[in-house]
Each structure stands twice: as C-alpha cells, then as structure tokens.
C-alpha cells in the first residue's frame, strides 16, 4: 500500500494526524425547476484546500490523492458527515470556485450547489498512519 503513495500523498496523511477538520465540497449544477430540463453535472469532486496545508508541491491533485485513499480504504468521504464550524470559508470563497459559480450562474437555466462534506479516516487509514508516518 505504501508503494502506491506518492510524497504528497504521505504529507496529506501526515496532516490528518493534525486535530483539524477535513472539510471538503463538491460542486454542480443543475437545470432550475422552470427550465423543462432536467438533469445536471457535477464540475468539482472532494474539492479542499487539504493539500495547502499540507503543503503539497502539486495541491492541484488534491482531489486525486483524496480518490487515492478512498481507493485504498485509507478514508472516506461521506455528504452526511460534515462540520459544524466555519471550516467550509475558505474552501468557498477559492477564487476557482467563485469563478466557476459565477460561471454556471451566468446561465439562466442552471443554478449551481455546493454540497458540503467530510473526510473520515477508516480504521486501516489511522493503522498506516500511526505506524508509517509518526
């Protein structure tokens, strides 16, 4: 498993060790109820700025590695489990994300949903964590 982790990777679970909230947000849009379409898109999955504060070289590929460790079991990210804080700011005022708000917004069929969510660490995540990178 170790093998699969690049060293950004290995900093992002380093950070978990951290008492801090792993917000994440995923974006999309949907047609509006009076446009006679349905339907919608997803534009951003496990969006955060976890890689920042951990300070990844490539914090672009935050949302890869974050699939990585789904993939791996290491942990989970769940739309029911969300803080209760103002950790979600930051993440939602990112310029990226403004801009692309504005972006499906300008568009009088769609509205764009940001959906807050979670990252929880699995039992095995927190085992490879205590014993490989402490």
Sequence with gaps: MI????ADEAR???YFLKDEPLSLINLRWDYKADSNKQGGKEVLQNFSHLALRAQC????LCAT???NFC?????ETLPFYQYLDDSYDEIEADPLLRSLVA???SSQERIATIERKGLRITTMGKQLIQTCLR
């Design 12 to 14: 992002m679970l380093a």
């Design 65 to 67: 590695y974050i699939d």
């Design 71 to 75: 993939r791996l079991g290491l942990v």
């Design 103 to 105: 972006d499906i917004e």
């Design 57 to 60: 070289q490539h914090p672009q």
């Design 3 to 6: 093998a699969n982790l690049c």
